[in-house]
Every structure is written in structure tokens, then in C-alpha cells.
């Protein structure tokens, strides 16, 4: 255990951000889960319409430093061509 004011001051600041960028982090996963979900039903519509609402999930955790924007590309990238895959 940390001694010194801000060391221990540290600890429950990185404990907050953590918990945080927790649920940012489930967030994302379960709009990602939609929009496969939608594409293994193969129900384009519904796909497209989840697609919308995951890049804008993803792009807000973007700008909250949770993840990289090369990740965030990656993963825009990956639910769009896996939607436009489909029939």
C-alpha cells in the first residue's frame, strides 16, 4: 500500500478511470454483438440500422481516450464490410 498523499491519491483515481472505461469497453462489445447478431440473421436492414448506432458508440469511446483511433478504425471497418458482405 502507497504511503505517500499522492500515491494514494493515484490509486483512486486510476481505480475511478478504470471502472469507467469498464463500461465504455461492454458498451462497445455489445453494439459490436448486435450487428453480428443482424448479419448471422441476415437481415440487412436491422444489420445497417445496428451498424449506425455501433460506429457512433465506438467513435464516442474514441474520443474519451478509452481506445486507440487505429482500433477504432479497425473495428468500424470490420462491422462495415462484414454488413456489406451480405446479399
Keep these: 500500500m502507497a504511503n505517500i498523499?499522492?500515491?494514494?491519491?493515484?490509486?483512486r483515481t486510476s481505480e475511478k478511470r478504470a471502472e469507467r472505461n469498464k463500461s465504455v469497453r461492454t458498451s462497445v462489445k455489445t453494439a459490436m454483438k448486435k450487428?453480428?447478431?443482424a448479419v448471422e440473421s441476415s437481415d440487412k436492414a436491422k444489420?445497417?440500422?445496428e451498424l449506425k448506432s455501433a460506429i457512433g458508440v465506438i467513435e464516442s469511446a474514441g474520443s474519451k481516450g478509452v481506445?486507440?483511433?487505429?482500433?477504432?478504425?479497425?473495428?468500424?471497418?470490420?462491422?462495415?464490410?462484414a454488413v456489406n458482405k451480405m446479399a
Design 5 to 11: 498523499k499522492s500515491a494514494k491519491k493515484r490509486i
Design 35 to 37: 450487428v453480428y447478431a
Design 47 to 49: 444489420a445497417e440500422e
Design 67 to 81: 481506445y486507440h483511433k487505429n482500433n477504432i478504425s479497425r473495428k468500424v471497418s470490420h462491422l462495415t464490410k
